[in-house]
């Protein structure tokens, strides 16, 4: 059965610091995506990234980037110079097309203080 | 505006009291969900379905029934709620396939129930 393992709990920063966040995933499909999301205050879900099983490129968005390692089955995201504005709770999560379901880490709450 | 509209935002019910939360989307996706969102627990998947009539089970789906007879709908209905269905739910949906938006979830706003 897949599983996502987000390790941290809860991380706090002050602002302008470079964070990055921790998913580990387990899976035996050869084929599957990788997502992150994030949950502001507001208690919405918002997509951030998809990213296959066959793309290992690292992707930049902006303050975004995620680093993608099918070695280590990690798919870690990183803020640099972190904002207030960045303050949710983020989410790691693994689809299989077989299974055709969305498995979830437990989240890790960032808190980005001035 | 695309979007997954789910109702009620927030409600207080009794132990045994039946109630449905509805999920509606505007978006033509063959697939919707339904999450639970626990502290300490992430999001879990109550059930799920591909398509109209198909529905199956998610990694919690005690409790609960669902529905698909029409494509954009998707309620979850609690026969007999108890305190410990007390949570935050999500209903979501998304294109099937291997296009670009394929398995990418839109999320409703989310439910937040509580069971007396």
């Known amino acids: 059965a897949q599983k996502v393992t987000q390790a941290q709990t809860e991380i706090s920063v002050v602002e302008k610091e470079d964070v990055t966040l921790d998913c580990v995933y387990e899976?035996?499909?050869?084929?599957?995506?990788l997502f992150w999301y994030k949950q502001p205050p507001s208690g919405e879900l918002v997509f951030l990234i998809r990213?296959?099983?066959?793309?290992?490129q690292n992707e930049i968005s902006g303050r975004y980037s995620w680093n993608f390692q099918k070695s280590t089955s990690s798919f870690n995201f990183t803020i640099t110079a972190s904002q207030v504005v960045d303050s949710a709770v983020y989410f790691c999560a693994h689809h299989t097309g077989t299974a055709s379901k969305l498995t979830f880490g437990t989240g890790t709450r960032l808190q980005v203080t001035l | 505006e695309a979007q997954v509209t789910q109702n009620p935002r927030y409600l207080i019910t009794v132990t045994g009291k039946k109630l449905t939360v509805t999920c509606s989307q505007n978006m033509n996706h063959e697939y919707m969900s339904w999450y639970r969102q626990d502290p300490g627990l992430g999001l879990r998947q109550i059930y799920y379905?591909?398509?109209?009539?198909?529905?199956d089970k998610g990694d919690v789906p005690e409790g609960y029934k669902v529905s698909r007879k029409e494509k954009r709908n998707f309620p979850l209905i609690l026969e007999s709620p108890s305190p410990n269905q007390t949570s935050l739910y999500f209903c979501?949906?998304?294109?099937?396939?291997?296009?670009?938006?394929?398995?990418?979830?839109?999320f409703g706003a989310g439910s937040r129930l509580t069971v007396l």
């Open positions: 990213r296959n099983s066959f793309d290992e």
């Open positions: 379905s591909m398509n109209v009539e198909v529905t």
């Open positions: 979501a949906s998304s294109l099937l396939g291997g296009g670009s938006g394929a398995n990418v979830l839109t």
């Open positions: 899976t035996r499909d050869t084929t599957y995506y």
